[in-house]
């Protein structure tokens, strides 16, 4: 499964303000979780509104070849029937989880506790990220992994036959490692416990109550200690997936850039655990308001407008890295526009996401004329409010991310900016440039 977009695409300043009302793909984050608990449900699981990207059609794929049925109807709802916890068949063939480490290693939680024999492999940005992070915590269930050095893909699994509870002290704020721990405990008997020493989106704990297992969540200072009963029989329960902030935050940011512009996007989740870019946005004097705010499948959503306005530079606080974690590239080239200098902190976690994602954020900006610095964990960003000078041809080493921050930056940039490997968007957003076409941005094939 090939990324379908062009591979290069350029972005230049467009000739109208950009305006219009958009919803936004589904969350990506809790797509992956819909399918995955359905799997591990008694019963049929309808979703409506799963993100139909290439990420998470990969986890689709791996429920299906683990023995669950995953159909989507023609009314665009999606279909799983569950083989219940414990349940899964093993795999004919090599699980191919493509550009997700989101799939990868949430499944490696699945695969742990069950005893079954699989091997996962993805894309090349994904082999070479490491796993190690679940692998090492996943192992004391009883489960065997055989990777290639640093625990990088290609990985073997061999489930444990009797999974142990784990009880696990995540060591740096990471929901998927969290996540993984969480999964593999529904298999095991006894009580699994995951302490985080920050508190991370909390998709998987909502899920795992919406489907019927036993959660609780005790505050533990900045973090928290989640303890889960282990083997409980989940019941399938229909999951209504919300817009994903992290894909409405390039529409909305576009918008505050752009001058006269105004885009609404609608039925955008606002969990409190993702919301932290749109709290920096506030900080930086946006013009961001939230209408008909509502509970759609255990998640608060809302409508948010942008509107254009000068922004002003940020200090961002490193506890708040892990409630926006994926938005840093586009508040980077928000903060390129500010007046001011902005100091992103704590952003550790970005070295181990589809790329070095602080390095390439960094490089994205410099190669189009914004000074900015690197000093440890923190990204430096001093802003040009009259707009950066473009013009450069960004590296986007197969992140998706990355290649819609520097198609945004492109729409102020006084010269067009030209984004590599930008097929890649489909693996989270697609449809993207259409919809930045329909709101009035130029988008083309380079």
């Given at each position: 499964m090939e990324p379908t977009a062009p591979a290069?695409?350029?972005?230049?300043?467009?000739?109208?303000?950009?305006?219009?009302?958009?919803?936004v793909p589904g969350d990506k984050s809790i797509s992956h979780r819909a399918l995955m608990f359905g799997a591990l449900a008694i019963g049929e699981t309808r979703i409506s509104g799963l993100l139909e990207g290439e990420d998470v059609l990969r986890t689709a794929a791996a429920m299906r070849a683990l023995g669950?049925?995953?159909?989507?109807?023609?009314?665009?709802v999606w279909r799983v029937a569950g083989r219940g916890i414990g349940g899964l068949i093993e795999p004919a063939d090599v699980l191919d989880m493509g550009n997700s480490g989101t799939a990868a290693r949430l499944l490696c939680g699945i695969l742990a506790s069950h005893p079954i024999f699989a091997v996962m492999t993805g894309d090349a940005s994904l082999r070479a990220r490491p796993m190690r992070r679940v692998i090492d915590p996943l192992s004391a269930t009883g489960a065997r992994f055989a990777a290639r050095e640093g625990g990088r893909l290609p990985l073997a699994v061999e489930g444990a036959r009797e999974a142990l509870p784990l009880d696990y002290r995540v060591p740096v704020p990471s929901a998927q490692v969290k996540s993984a721990v969480l999964l593999a405990g529904l298999n095991a008997r006894g009580i699994t416990r995951v302490e985080e020493p920050e508190a991370t989106r909390d998709h998987s704990e909502n899920m795992l109550r919406h489907f019927g297992a036993t959660?609780?969540?005790?505050?533990r200072g900045a973090g928290r200690m989640i303890t889960l009963a282990g083997q409980p029989e989940l019941r399938a329960a229909d999951v209504s997936v919300p817009g994903d902030p992290s894909s409405a935050a390039f529409p909305l940011v576009a918008a505050l850039l752009v001058p006269g512009s105004a885009v609404t996007v609608t039925g955008v989740g606002l969990n409190p655990l993702r919301t932290g870019l749109f709290a920096t946005l506030a900080e930086m004097g946006a013009d961001l308001t939230i209408a008909n705010r509502r509970l759609e499948g255990g998640e608060p959503v809302g409508d948010v407008t942008a509107r254009h306005g000068a922004l002003r530079a940020v200090d961002v606080p490193p506890e708040r890295a892990p409630s926006m974690i994926d938005e840093y590239p586009i508040l980077a080239v928000a903060a390129a526009a500010a007046a001011g200098t902005s100091r992103l902190r704590g952003l550790r976690e970005l070295r181990v996401k589809e790329s070095d994602r602080l390095a390439a954020t960094a490089a994205l900006l410099a190669g189009n004329g914004v000074k900015v610095e690197i000093e440890g964990d923190d990204l430096i960003v001093h802003g040009t409010p009259a707009g950066p000078a473009g013009g450069a041809t960004v590296a986007t080493h197969m992140d998706h991310r990355i290649a819609m921050s520097a198609l945004v930056l492109g729409l102020i940039a006084r010269a067009p900016v030209t984004a590599e490997e930008a097929g890649f968007i489909d693996t989270s957003f697609p449809g993207f440039v259409a919809l930045m076409n329909g709101l009035g941005a130029a988008i083309a094939t380079a």
């Open positions: 290069r695409l350029i972005s230049p300043r467009p000739t109208a303000p950009l305006a219009g009302t958009i919803a669950a049925e995953v159909a989507r109807g023609a009314d665009g959660v609780t969540v005790e505050p």
